[in-house]
Structure formats: C-alpha cells, structure tokens
C-alpha cells in the first residue's frame, strides 16, 4: 500500500526515497497516455528494496514506450522548459520529484513540484534557496516514443543490421582502420618494385636502408592498427550479442502457451540456437569480408595506373567467380533445408529422452532408443554430407580461377613487356602481380561467403519462425489493472483446443462469490483444467463472456491477472536454487519470516526443518532429491507466498501422502481465509466442505450445488462418491442424515 508523503522535498521519508522513482515515472508517462504498474515494473525487473539507479529507470522508460534521457540543469533553466515539462528531479537522498510546472507570475518564481506518492496530485511550491538545498541539479527528461522500437520490429537480417548500426562509431573506427590497414598493403609491392627497378639496377645501398626503415614503420603501424581493429570488433560483437540475447529471450517468454504445447522443446530450443550462427555470420564472416573488401578501393585504382591491361584481366577473372558464386546459390540453399530438418528430428528426439529417461530406464528401453538416435544421426550426417560435398564444387571451381589471377598476370604481364610496353617492367610486374593477389582475396572470401549465407539465413529463418510468432495477448501496458476481488463468471463460455474434434468447454455459466471455496470435479476431459485455464488468461480464443469482478478478462492485463492468481498444479515444476528461493520465486523481497509462515500454511515446515541445511537446501535438477509429495508442498507455499485473491488448486494433493494431505485440508479453512479458492479433485472427500461443488460432464455443467444436495440430486457424483467410498452402501436405507454423517468422517 502506498503511503501518502509530503510533496515537501525536504521531508522526503526514508519510505519515499525508496519508492519514488517508479511513482514519478507512472505519474509522467500517464502524462503521455501511458499506463505503468508500479507493481508491474517491480516484478518484470526484479527491483527489491531501494531506489533504482538512472540506468535502470532509463531501461525501463525505454521498455515501456517512452524515450528518457538525463541531464544537468540549474534554476535558471528551469523557467525554460515549457513544453518538456513534467521533468523529474533526482534529489540528494535517492527519492524523485516530478516538476510540473514553473510560476513567475506575480510573487518569486517558484518550482511547481509534485509528490509521486502522493494521492491527491498535490503540488507544492519550491523556490531556489529550498530546491538547492536538497537538489543537484539532476533532472530526467521524458517523452513517447512514437516509432516503432526494436522489440516491435520482427527478426530478420534487417533488423540484426539495425543493431549493428546502433554501434556505429565502433564500426566506422573499425572501417577506418581497415581503410589505413589496405594503404599499408599498398607499401610492400611498392617496395619490391623500387627494389627491383632502382635498387638493384642501379646498386643504391642508402635506397635500400631508407625502404627497410619504411617498412619496420609499416610494420609497426599495421600491427597497431590490426590489434585496434580486432579490439574494436570485439566490443562491438560482445554489445549486439546482449541486444540479440535479450530480444530472444523477451520474444521467446510472450509466446502463448499452446505454441509451447504444440512445439516440441528440442526444435523451439534448436531454432533460437541458430541466433549464434546468424550473429557469427553478421559480425563474424561477413564482417570480415566487407573490411577486406574495403581494400579493393585503394587496390583496384592503384592496378588500373600499373597497367590498364592487366587490371581488366584481374576483373574479368573476378567476374567469372562471382558469376559461379551465383550458380550455386539455390542448389545450397535446399540442401541446406535438408540440412535443418534432419537437425530438427535429431535434437527433437535428444530432448525427448532426456526429460522421459526415468521412463527410457524403467521400460528397459535403451537399446531401442539408441537404434531410433543412431537412425536420426544417419539422416543428419547424410544431410550435412552432401551438402559439403556441394558446397566443395564451387571451391574446387574457384581455386584454379584464384591461381590464373597470379599466374596470368605474369605471363599476360610478361608478353606485354616483350611486345614493347614500357610501363611494364620487372618491378612492376612483380608488384601488380601481389597487388592482383591481395585483390583477389575478396572474390574468394566471397565465393566462401555463399555456403555460410545459405546457412545464415535459413537461420534466420528457423528463428523467425519461433520470434516472429503472434505473442500472447493482453501481455501489453494497456490492460486495465482493476482491484481483484474474486467475483468470477462464466457466461456461456464455448472453447476448442487446437485440432480438437470435440469442444473442451460447451456453453458453460457459473457464478463465483467472493471468498468463497468452489469445488471442481468430474471425469477425465470433462474440462476442470481448462476452466482454469481459461481463468488465467492462457487461451483468449474463447466464446462467451468471463468476467473478474465485472471486468471482461480480455481487457484485463494478463501481469495483474496472474499476480493475483496463485495457482498449484498437479506437476510442479521447482527451479535449480535453495527452497527459500523457490518459495520467493514470485515475491523476491519476502523475509525469511513470511516463507516460514507459507511453509507452515502449505505442511511443508515439518519436512524442510529436518533437513540439514533447512530453507537452505539446494534443489537439484529435476528436484531429484525431493519426493513428489515435499515438491507438492512448497509449490503451494510458493503460491502462498504472494497472498493471491484468488487461489487454484488443481489436483494439488494427489501426490501427497495421507499425513500431508491431511495437514494442508486442516490448513485449507486458514488458506481460504480472505480470498476465493478453487479447487480441482478427483477425490471428492477432499471437496465435501467446499460452499459449492461445480460437476462438470463432457464440457458441460452437469450440476452446481453443496455436497449433500448433490448427493440427493446428481447422479454422476452420487455415482463416483459411492465409487470412492464403498464401505458405504448407496441403498435406500440410507437417510440424509446417514449420508451427512458419512461425509463428514
């Protein structure tokens, strides 16, 4: 709960410099019609306790919409703002003040400053002498971004170019550089040729000693330049790498649920892998090549004032690899798809063993398993084989073509020298003949290119296809953010799973008071789970109306929803760290206290305090070294943890024994306590004291009623109840009275 503070900047509270920061950046973006949760902003970013640095809250302007900057003002610029205005002000003590306006208008000039915390929207006038004694000067511009940012943008080369250029100065230095560095590649051939032509023709001894000193000059700057040049790219690589790492994975995490289910994990997490081989690409090969390339702009002049001739037979030569290198495009390109589907089934089939191993191993399905591998193994080597041996043609066709460059040059340089040119001779043959060389380079590295692009863009491709993919909706900063209360409705709710033949849900309506504990229970594929599902906002493609506290769930914004929802599954999944850290995985800044208090609540202290290293013990992988019933229960302290209005249990206790069943249905009264509670169970012994018990029947509403009404009145649960209890006769003899003392054993 925010807690109201003066607008006085110097009684700024302890409680305030804490806090401010994300108030004041609400206050200003809902100043250019945007929407931010405090709340919000704390768990997306993982903010405990203390104010968030400048950086921090520019990153967060920046991911929200908005376009934020600092800067240094005094007083007297503060009169000039205008239009820039509300500005925030960064005092001494951490804590923020929104500047909203300056008045000069009769009396002093005075700061118009306002509260964030503030409930009111009160402003308080400040003048200089109050400002400067708490302020510094520094102020946080901010304003919206109306272009389309980055993780807007979809995958592609273009965009992977576009984080490039945004380190453009590195890469203009590093352009530079290889500008410099294709001058130097200019000195040694020259040399030769003054060697050739003037030193040994005429014997000059002090030449000799005055181009040996040019080079060891050469040689030293390109050294210099060459290191720069490699230390430049480096930077450059490590910050496109934690852009593209970043934009992954923000992608990656929105995607709807069913994409998830419908993708098998070995081929979502082999496709974002082939983000590597796209950035190598881009900063990598064609990087390098492009830097080479540049030297063609110093080289190519320099061949035509050598020898005319000879430089369109270096051009005509690079022409026909170039003209190969286009040839050889397509037939790469599809055996390179070849290439990705069997990769496809390889990885897909690798990630499936190793999450169903315990099942490989209990089925004594080994030798199976490695004859399905060894299949998969064939197809990928076979793929990748053929497409080396294709790609090995163009190489092959190009080396000869790279050698006549060197080779033709002498002999075609040769016969004009004979033949009577006199801007041939011997030290200009030699020298064209290594500049011609170090000109081809580029043309080879090219031709070398074509293999590595095909599979950099069927890279992009395969990442593409998993980025660019529809995120989940309502996961965006316009959703309202209403109090959640736990009023809850369905009303004629119709929903299919993808590929379905019959609907999951079909014309549902219930009603859901407040603070009440409803019961869900029916067959297998009567729907429980996915009402649930479509409670958390999993699926939106849904017909009819569901209603949190009278607000249509499809406007609500799917981040408040879910925080407010605390759900136990009847498989939970427990993250590599402590239990304490499992247990705060929603609320990072819970005290040890509070995660005790949860534990309790959910029967998992008794265990956790036998252990030797207690709230400190280290869950492995796969969390290998607790029983299914100790996972259970911190899943339901996890869940406990962030006191959610609204609690789901879904088949929470089914893997739990006797004794800690019993424990958490003793704890239910308290758990309930304050919110509304549903809870999904094929063991109706565990819904009897539930204020409603929903019987759901081929994804319809069977009935809706109290235990023993549903006794009396609904066959279905009168059936699976005698079914699960058949110590007790379902005769005629048997009362309401009978029936309710039953129960309640």
Known sequence: MQSKTSADPQNASPEAARTTSLHALAVVARHHGLHLSVEQLQRDYALEAGEPSNRLLLKIAEDNGLTARTTKLRWKHLSRLDKALPVLLRLRDGSTMVLVAFREDGGAPAAMLQDPLSTDQAC???????????????AIFIKRRHRISDDEQPFGFGWLLSQILKERRIFRDVCLSALVLSLFA??????YMVIVDRVLVHQRMSTLYVLLASLAFVLVFD????????????????KVDARISRYIFDRMIGLPIDFFERQPTGVISYKL???????????????????DSLTLIVLI????????????LVLGVAFLMCLVVVIYIGPLARAYGKVVQAEHRKGSFLIEVLHGMRTVKSLALEGRKRMDWDARVADAVRANTNMQLLANQPQTILQPLEKSIYAGTLVVGSYLALSGDASVNPGTLVAFSMIASRAASPFVQ???????????????????????????????????????????????IRFRYQGAQSPALDGISFAIEPGTVVGIMGRSGSGKTTVTRLLQGLHQNYDGLIKIDGVDLREIDLNHLRSNLGVVLQDNFLFNGTIRENIMAANRSATLEEVMRAARLAG?????????????????????????????????????????TVLILDEATSALDPDSEAIINNNLTRIAQGRTMIVISHRLASLVNCDQIMVLERGKLYDMGKHDELLQRCDVYRHLWFQQNRHLSPGPSHDRASLTTAASS
């Open 604 to 644: 998992a202290e008794e265990f956790i305090e036998r252990l030797p290293r207690g709230y400190e013990t280290m869950i492995e992988e796969g969390s290998a070294n607790l029983s299914g019933g100790q996972r259970q229960r911190i899943a339901i302290a996890r869940a406990l943890l962030v006191d959610p």
């Open 186 to 191: 200019l000195v040694p051939p020259l040399v």
């Open 273 to 291: 892998n082939e983000v590597w081989r796209i950035r190598n690409f881009m900063t990598g090969q064609l990087l390098g090549t492009l830097l």
């Open 446 to 492: 090219i031709a070398g290119l074509m293999q590595q692009f095909q599979e950099a863009r069927g890279a992009v491709l395969q990442v593409g296809s998993v980025v660019n993919h529809a995120p989940e909706q309502g996961l965006g900063k316009q959703g309202v953010r209403p109090t959640i209360k736990g009023d809850i409705s369905f009303s004629d």
């Open 301 to 312: 002049p320099a061949m035509f004032i050598m020898s005319p001739p000879l430089a369109f």
């Open 124 to 138: 308080v006038a400040v003048d200089e002498l109050r400002l400067s004694s708490v302020w510094d000067g520094e």
């Open 223 to 238: 050294t210099l330049f060459g290191y720069m040049r490699r230390y430049l790219v480096a930077i450059g690589t490590a």
